[in-house]
């Protein structure tokens, strides 16, 4: 019988993989009976957690570091899960990290190079720009998934790796598709980060398309997320959402930059007292399995997330093993039509055209 995983404890105990890595950690953000109740499953399966170091001689260690940016998003469950069955096979230690909004992922790899002795690091999520300095201070191979853009200028691509869609094109096929049902007044929700982020690609994906088809971007219908929440949580896209629909602005579909944040706002359409997608069609991007169980079921850019994860994980191998050297790779993602988009209505409604 294989050993029982993190995401295995998540499920028993019916909470996201990042709750359970809080709880090991000793984190402080935790309510205390999800805390023991995690504990308490982890002592009854004998699961020994893979991220500790104190279950290796420091002198042979193999560990490869993940730092997972997004708490709440559940997007990067499925690639962890991933990760740490190659990482098994390898009998490599998984050091797996969660950065808060508010942290710079690469400090944080800092720190953890300081305390573990790291083979690697896996970043999932974050920025697209970083300090020069900061990332040639780390020396270990450096992999970038579901980040695809060049993270600094004043570094060669060589000494570094990134795997991923292409944010922008996605995007700008999403809101293409979009276009093709009739709909010409299309709001995007997205996040407003001064850094080149997955946000500003995908929004720069949205002005394109309009671009293309002689549409002129109107300001607002760009709507950002509230900076200081979670960006890609369910409330901050039903309270975005709740802001475009009360500000009166006319608009017949709104694209929102990730599944989570659509999720919310669908919720908030409704509670306004609109259909979907009769008044107003949702799109969102990510492909989260539970799109799928949602109502309506949300039309939206399907990331290759198994795809990535084995690739980004055979690559750092393939570098560990002076097989291979970096790469950059783009894989192709998928739009699923499904309930929540629909032809723009002929006759205008009463709030929206």
């Given amino acids: 019988m294989s050993e029982i995983t993190i995401v295995e404890i998540a499920k028993k105990c019916g909470v996201a993989v990042s709750t359970v890595s809080r709880a090991l950690n000793n984190h402080a953000d935790i309510n205390p009976e999800t805390k023991k109740r ?3 499953v982890i002592k009854e399966t004998g699961y020994v957690p893979n991220n500790s170091a104190r279950n290796l001689k420091r002198t042979d260690a193999k560990c490869i ?3 997972i940016k997004g708490i709440t998003n559940p997007f990067f469950s499925p690639m962890i899960e991933v990760i740490e069955q190659e990482m098994e096979k390898k009998k490599y230690a998984l050091v797996l990290r969660h950065v808060e909004a508010y942290e710079d992922e690469i400090d944080v790899a800092l720190q953890l190079e300081k305390e573990k002795r790291l083979r690697g690091i896996i970043f999932l999520g974050g920025g697209y720009r970083h300090s020069s300095e900061k990332l040639k201070a780390l020396n270990v191979p450096l992999i970038f998934s579901t980040i695809g853009s060049p993270v600094s200028s004043k570094i060669s691509k060589a000494e570094y790796s990134t795997i991923a869609v292409d944010d922008k094109l996605e995007s700008s096929k999403m809101v293409e598709y979009l276009i093709s049902l009739g709909h010409k007044k299309i709001a995007i929700m997205t996040e407003g980060s001064e850094k080149m982020s997955v946000g500003q690609l995908r929004l720069q994906g949205y002005e394109d398309a309009l671009a293309a088809h002689n549409i002129e971007a109107d ?37 929102c930059v990730s599944d989570m944040l659509a999720f919310g706002a669908c919720r ?4 306004a007292g609109y259909k979907i997608p009769e008044d107003i069609s949702v799109a969102g991007f990510d492909g989260l399995n539970m799109s799928n ?31 291979s050297g970096h790469q950059h790779i783009y894989f192709p993602g998928e739009l699923v039509e499904a309930e929540s988009t629909a032809p723009k209505k002929k006759k205008k409604s009463a709030k929206n055209s």
């Avoid at 959402?241 to 500000?247: D, G, R, T, V, Y």
């Avoid at 908030?268 to 509670?271: L, S, V």
């Avoid at 309506?296 to 097989?323: A, H, M, N, W, Y």
Wanted: hydrophobic letters at 40%; charged letters at 30%.
């Fill in 38 to 40: 995690i504990m308490e």
């Fill in 65 to 67: 570091a993940v730092l």
């Fill in 219 to 255: 300001e607002d219908l760009i709507r950002y997320v509230d900076k200081d929440m979670d960006h890609y949580s369910l409330e901050n896209g039903y309270k975005t959402a709740k802001a475009l629909l009360e500000s009166g602005v006319k608009f017949t579909a709104l694209y």
């Fill in 268 to 271: 908030a359409i409704i509670d």
């Fill in 293 to 323: 169980y949602y109502s309506p079921r949300i039309t939206t850019i399907k990331q290759p997330l198994d795809e990535i994860s084995r690739e980004t994980v055979k690559i750092l191998f393939d570098i560990i093993d002076g097989e």
